[in-house]
């Protein structure tokens, strides 16, 4: 069975997009620790990110790297934090994450809780840049 992100891909399931290309698919975290709380892709199902070719990782790291700029543009912050963990998921994926300070990127800590509105005015601003 396919991965939920590979079901984002394929546009079965929904989901507030940020920005897209013909490899990777950047979009809001449903479970953000800040606003802008966003998920990097590619759209080929990975489970595992050093599993991903070298020449595709490093394309989806500078993709990672536009995405992040957006995202500063739009939730002013010291910088935007970058990790991998890839335990929830079985697709390979970046969380960027808007930070001012070491607990910002604190998985363990309360999620925000943003509606549908709110995650769609977001999207909306994001995908403008």
């Avoid at 069975?1 to 490899?23: H, L, Q, T, W």
């Avoid at 998920?39 to 070719?53: R, S």
């Avoid at 790291?61 to 500063?72: G, N």
């Amino acid at each position: 069975m396919a991965s939920i992100f590979s079901r984002i891909v394929s546009g079965e399931i929904p989901c507030y997009k940020v920005d897209e290309n013909e490899k990777f698919l950047a979009f809001l975290d449903l479970n953000p620790l800040r606003k802008g709380h966003t998920l990097v892709i590619p759209k080929t199902e990975v489970d595992y990110i050093f599993d991903i070719d070298d020449s595709t990782l490093a394309e989806m790291i500078v993709f990672a790297k536009v995405v992040s700029k957006k995202i500063r543009t739009v939730f002013p912050c010291r910088k935007i934090g970058m990790t991998v963990i890839g335990l929830e998921v079985p697709h390979a994926h970046i969380h960027l994450i808007p930070i001012d300070v070491m607990k910002d990127m604190d998985f363990t800590a309360e999620k925000l809780k943003l509606d549908s509105i709110e995650l769609a005015e977001i999207s909306a601003k994001l995908l403008s840049l």
